[in-house]
């Protein structure tokens, strides 16, 4: 149980272009959802943090023009990354909490994005 | 501002060899703490979560320990394998997020 995936696990993209990753929760459901960015050899960033219903709440550093997300159902929460340039070139891991427990998240394998 | 630090950056140890990974953070005021292994290219796999109200927990060869008022997590890994070669990851759940440390780079060497 407890298991999330993520949709692309890889998008090669042309700079300028906006590039939309799923992350769902396959047999639970997910009131918050998070979202990590990590750069190589680097550890995971905090981007956003995703409730259900509601709009998302970004880190410090984080332009929520440029990282659209959105989580429509309890199920489901997409990152966009808008107008794309090289430097968004990184590894995207989302997470979810079940919706009774506060205390774990359950992490997607991540999306690898290269943009040319 | 929850930081989380670990040390070292990077291991290498030959097969056999028992070694500790160690996580420290800030703020105590945690939730729980969690142990992640991520290999190249690859995710994150939970090892141990160790609520905040225990001191420790055990999987296999792994065993992990927290030191809330210290502010200082250990990862023991015995009889170390290539197969453990990784990146380790500590990471801290609080206030509704969780803050990673950077990791250390383990290699086991046959």
């Known amino acids: 149980g407890a298991v999330v995936s993520q949709h692309p696990s890889r998008v090669i993209c042309k700079s300028g272009t906006s590039v939309k990753i799923e992350c769902r929760s396959l047999d639970f459901q997910a009131t918050t959802m998070f979202w990590y960015r990590q750069f190589p050899k680097q550890s995971l960033m905090l981007m956003a943090t995703?409730?259900?219903?509601?709009?998302?709440?970004?880190e410090q550093g984080v332009e929520k023009d440029k990282f659209l997300i959105n989580h429509a159902s309890l199920t489901l929460s997409t990152l966009t990354v808008t107008s794309a340039h090289p430097e968004d070139s990184s590894f995207y891991i989302c997470s979810a909490r079940l919706a009774r427990s506060y205390n774990e998240q359950f992490f997607g394998p991540g999306t690898r994005l290269t943009v040319l | 501002k929850q930081e989380v630090t670990q040390i070292p950056a990077a291991l290498s140890v030959p097969e056999g060899e028992n070694l500790v990974l160690n996580c420290s953070f800030t703020d105590s005021a945690i939730y729980n703490l969690q142990w992640f292994r991520q290999d190249p290219g690859k995710g994150l796999t939970s090892l141990l979560l160790i609520q905040s109200s225990q001191r420790e927990q055990t999987s296999g060869r792994l065993n992990a320990s927290l030191d809330k008022s210290s502010g200082r997590s250990t990862l023991y890994i015995a009889a170390s394998q290539p197969g453990d070669s990784a990146t380790y990851l500590c990471a801290v759940w609080r206030n509704n997020d969780m803050r990673f440390g950077a990791g250390t780079r383990l290699t086991v060497k046959p």
């Open positions: 995703s409730n259900e219903g509601s709009k998302a709440t970004y």
